[in-house]
């Protein structure tokens, strides 16, 4: 194996990862859509299971993708999500704060908003990290 | 931590890509190295030690000045 080829996010070695953040995000939405329509509840539940399953993939398709990354590129991952995951949950704990005292302009906040939160954190995190080494 | 990485490639018309080839590291962690905004571990400066046939007090140096 050789870890160079985790050189740039385009790289062969972080493909399936994107491929399989893709299916999340197509999953995911396909499963937000279902929750909405006017569909019978076990077809609603079977695509929310898809979206748990594309999930599953993209988690095990990261941790493939951080296995074969050399000790720099992990120490960036590891402040990149160091980073995320305060924001994002300090983020939400900030907006339940908020909406015990006052009306929120998103009327449906839950915790299923964290994960986009703590993505994009994520990707600031990662920028920033990135930035630190060059 | 300052360090003789670049000298030492430059010495060996290495390019980064070529050292971390060797080293099966990234070029950025290359470039990090050798700027000093990255001290490699133990095993890695080691490695580099190999590499160029030196001892690691041959190629780091903590000393502040």
Redesign the interface.
């Known amino acids: 194996m ?3 080829d ?2 740039s996010a385009a790289s062969p070695a972080t493909r399936p990862a994107l491929i399989a953040a893709a299916a999340f995000a197509v999953t995911y939405i396909a499963a937000l859509a279902a929750s909405r329509a006017a569909l019978p509840i076990g077809v609603k539940a079977g695509i929310s299971l898809a979206a748990v399953a594309g999930f599953i993939w993209l988690v095990a398709a990261e941790l493939r993708l951080i296995r074969r ?5 992990r ?1 960036i991952q590891l402040e990149a999500l160091a980073f995320a995951f305060p924001v994002s949950v300090g983020l939400l704990l900030l907006l339940g704060l908020f909406q015990r005292f006052m009306t929120l302009p998103v009327d449906d906040l839950s915790y299923r908003h964290v994960w986009p939160l703590m993505v994009l954190a994520y990707f600031v995190g990662l920028a920033v990290a ?1 930035g ?3 | 931590m300052k360090n003789r990485v670049r000298e030492l490639r430059l010495q060996r018309g290495w390019t980064q ?1 070529d050292l ?2 060797h080293l ?6 290359v ?2 190295i050798e700027v000093g ?2 001290d ?2 133990l095993p ?1 400066a080691f490695k580099l030690a190999r590499v160029f046939g030196k001892h690691i007090h041959d190629l780091f140096d903590d000393r502040k000045d």
């Open positions: 050789n870890s160079t985790t050189r990354l050399d000790e720099l590129q120490r990135r630190r080494y060059q | 890509a971390a080839e099966e590291v990234s070029r950025q962690t470039n990090a905004k990255y490699p571990s890695l």
